[in-house]
């Protein structure tokens, strides 16, 4: 059974980091896309970045320089670095496995993890 299960979130004063970290078990790591998003309030999920199973990324320009996205395959881990972090930043951060099996196209989910910068 494939679950991705976030952590790293927090509370954070303005200016500061957090590393995001998203664990994925079911032995899809490997092949999958990654890809983190964010909710913030007031608005709906958008994309953040992607890392895809060859390691090449790509972020939303506004935050390019600021957060940066890695894995690690040997831990089926998938990271979000987030520096100079700002009130706007705060919300809710999932990530995101897609790829194929075969023919099959398949996209999961994580629970997501609160981050909260205060000003």
């Known amino acids: 059974q494939v679950q991705l299960v976030e952590s790293g979130g927090g509370l954070v004063q303005a200016g500061g980091s957090l590393r995001l970290s998203c664990v994925v078990s079911?032995?899809?790591?490997?092949?999958?896309?990654m890809n983190w998003y964010r909710q913030t309030p007031g608005k709906q999920r958008e994309f953040v970045a992607v890392?895809?199973?060859?390691?090449?990324?790509n972020y939303v320009d506004s935050l390019k320089g600021r957060f940066t996205i890695s894995r690690d395959n040997a831990k089926n881990t998938v990271y979000l670095q987030m520096n100079s972090l700002k009130p706007e930043d705060t919300g809710l951060y999932y990530c995101?496995?897609?790829?194929?099996?075969?023919?099959?196209?398949?996209?999961?989910w994580g629970q997501g993890t609160q981050v909260t910068v205060s000003s």
């Open positions: 079911g032995g899809i790591f490997s092949i999958s896309n």
């Open positions: 890392i895809t199973s060859g390691g090449s990324t």
């Open positions: 995101k496995a897609v790829g194929n099996q075969g023919f099959q196209r398949y996209e999961y």
